[in-house]
């Protein structure tokens, strides 16, 4: 269920609407389907190299292992300050949608409540996390389901007496493709983020029941997850709201094209259910936070890459020192949104925004150098507990694909005729911070990478 719900969020909730007026259908349609591909990829290395070394650490410790210790250095500090943010960026959304039924509450009282929670769910055990999260997904799971099936319904007029709503919308105008490739690639940036953090399941595996059983199952899911909840669903979103909808512009609870399909299906509280189903999705994102951070912080520590306080677990197995620094980080960043007109916390979400495509652009990398290595090392790839499928095709692609994406993310910046240096600096600004990490590591430890025949592959270490 994890898994399922992984990919599902304020994305497709409210993303989707000013993705289909920007590009149209076609164009959306086409973005998610490439960006779902990459996305296949890139899980199906994570489970190959999850199954054989399941470990909390997952990315820097493979990047650690097969690649660079500077580049798991670089992974790991990014991947815990971008889940940091992310939470201080959840926060904000939750009292967003909490003052849609208390208006006049105040927001501090919202954000303490719920990282509260978050916090108890996660100090309890991994099985209060695991808990929180089954059930988050749950909600998010039956609601594109539920979407799925009164959409279907309505397209053929079978509910409520509508007229058949047929497929004209997806014709419309200058529908399917509007704006053309430019329009399109737009989207590509969109569908990206709606897919970040399916990577969390490498991090899950760590602590696992019975890991080399459990995460290929659950990567195997990935491709059905990305054709049902993302696919299907806009498919049926374009054949019922057309892109001129004025609506889908907007990025709120009552312009989202789930609101306005539920309400013209005759649900006249359709505002108030989706409100609140994305504020479950908001809350899901915010334990998957609190419980990622704190995992990647503890596997560096023990890798020595973090300080040896984060490397300490209580009875229960939580790493509680990682996760109230993380929590901490997370509180100061909401708090900083306060200050001023905002400036310091755009600037920090500005400086995560790519890091979403850097990861997966190293989990790409990690895999490929960890197969070359097993097989140079005089491994069978067949003693594999599982095996991706379209190696090398599938890292190359990823990899590909991730890094023309981090490279022409803010493209409207430089095709305006006047380039606007401080958007730019704010749309790039992550891949510095990334470089200063991994160049700043590795100049004081003076790391090299690693030969293939060197990188530490031990079979019985992770298969015992």
Same mark, same amino acid.
């Given at each position: 269920m994890i898994a399922l719900?992984?990919?599902?969020?304020?994305? *497709?909730?409210?993303? !989707?609407?000013?993705?289909?007026?920007?590009? &149209?259908?076609? &164009?959306?349609?086409?973005?998610?389907?490439?960006?779902?591909?990459?996305?296949?990829?890139?899980m199906t290395g994570l489970g190959e190299l999850a199954t054989?070394?399941?470990? !909390?650490?997952?990315?820097?410790? #493979?990047?650690? @292992?097969? %690649?660079?210790?500077?580049? &798991?250095?670089?992974?790991?500090?990014?991947?815990?300050?971008?889940?940091?943010?992310?939470?201080?960026?959840?926060?904000?959304? !939750?009292?967003?949608?909490?003052?849609?039924?208390?208006?006049?509450?105040?927001?501090?009282?919202?954000?303490?409540?719920?990282?509260?929670?978050?916090?108890?769910?996660?100090?309890l055990s991994v099985k209060g996390f695991g808990e929180g999260e089954y059930w988050f997904s749950f909600i998010k799971v039956a609601t594109i389901i539920i979407f799925i099936v009164v959409g279907n319904l309505m397209i053929f007029g079978i509910m409520n007496g509508h007229q058949?709503?047929?497929?004209?919308?997806?014709?419309?105008?200058?529908?399917?493709?509007?704006? =053309?490739? %430019?329009?399109?690639?737009?989207?590509?940036?969109?569908?990206?983020? !709606?897919? $970040?953090?399916?990577?969390?399941i490498g991090v899950a595996a760590g602590e696992s029941e019975d890991p080399v059983k459990n995460i290929p199952r659950a990567i195997r899911s990935v491709f059905w997850r990305i054709l049902l909840f993302y696919i299907l669903a806009l498919l049926i979103i374009s054949f019922l709201v057309p892109y001129t909808n004025e609506s889908l512009q907007n990025s709120t609870v009552m312009a989202s094209p789930f609101t306005i399909v539920f309400k013209r299906a005759g649900l006249a509280l359709a505002a108030s259910v989706m409100n609140a189903v994305i504020l479950t999705s908001v809350l899901s994102a915010g334990n =998957?936070?609190?419980?990622?951070?704190? @995992?990647?912080?503890?596997?560096?520590?023990?890798?020595?890459?973090?300080? @040896?306080?984060?490397?300490?677990?209580?009875? @229960? =197995?939580?790493?509680?020192?990682?996760? *109230?620094?993380?929590t901490f980080v997370g509180?100061?960043?909401?708090?900083? $949104?306060?200050? =001023?007109?905002?400036? %310091? #916390?755009?600037?920090?979400?500005n400086s995560v925004g790519v890091t979403t495509f850097i990861f997966w652009l190293g989990i790409a990398a990690s895999h490929y150098r960890f197969r070359k290595a097993y097989v140079a090392q005089g491994h069978s790839i067949k003693d594999l507990p599982y095996r991706a499928k379209w190696y090398p095709f599938g890292p190359i692609f990823a990899f590909?694909?991730?890094? *023309?994406?981090?490279i022409a993310q803010d493209y409207q910046g430089f095709t305006s005729g006047h380039i606007d240096w401080m958007g730019v600096i704010a749309a790039y600004l992550g891949i510095p911070v990334f470089l200063a990490f991994w160049i700043g590591f590795k100049f004081i430890k003076k790391t090299k990478v690693i030969p293939l025949e060197e990188c530490k592959i031990d079979v019985k270490e992770f298969q015992s």
């Open positions: 719900g992984g990919t599902i969020g304020t994305g *497709v909730f409210l993303g !989707s609407g000013p993705a289909i007026q920007t590009a &149209g259908p076609g &164009g959306v349609l086409v973005a998610y389907g490439i960006i779902g591909i990459m996305v296949y990829f890139v054989f070394m399941p470990t !909390s650490g997952s990315i820097s410790t #493979y990047a650690t @292992r097969f %690649i660079d210790p500077a580049l &798991g250095f670089a992974f790991g500090w990014n991947y815990w300050l971008s889940w940091a943010m992310t939470l201080a960026a959840e926060l904000s959304a !939750s009292v967003l949608l909490m003052k849609y039924w208390f208006p006049d509450s105040p927001s501090l009282l919202w954000s303490g409540l719920f990282l509260a929670f978050l916090f108890f769910l996660n100090v058949p709503a047929g497929f004209q919308n997806f014709t419309v105008g200058d529908a399917p493709f509007v704006g =053309g490739f %430019i329009g399109t690639l737009g989207i590509f940036l969109v569908a990206g983020f !709606s897919f $970040s953090g399916t990577e969390c =998957g936070c609190l419980y990622v951070t704190s @995992r990647i912080m503890y596997a560096m520590a023990q890798e020595g890459q973090a300080p @040896r306080i984060f490397a300490k677990v209580n009875k @229960r =197995g939580v790493p509680v020192a990682a996760l *109230v620094a993380t509180m100061l960043a909401f708090l900083a $949104s306060f200050v =001023g007109d905002g400036t %310091i #916390y755009l600037w920090l979400m590909v694909v991730c890094l *023309v994406i981090l």
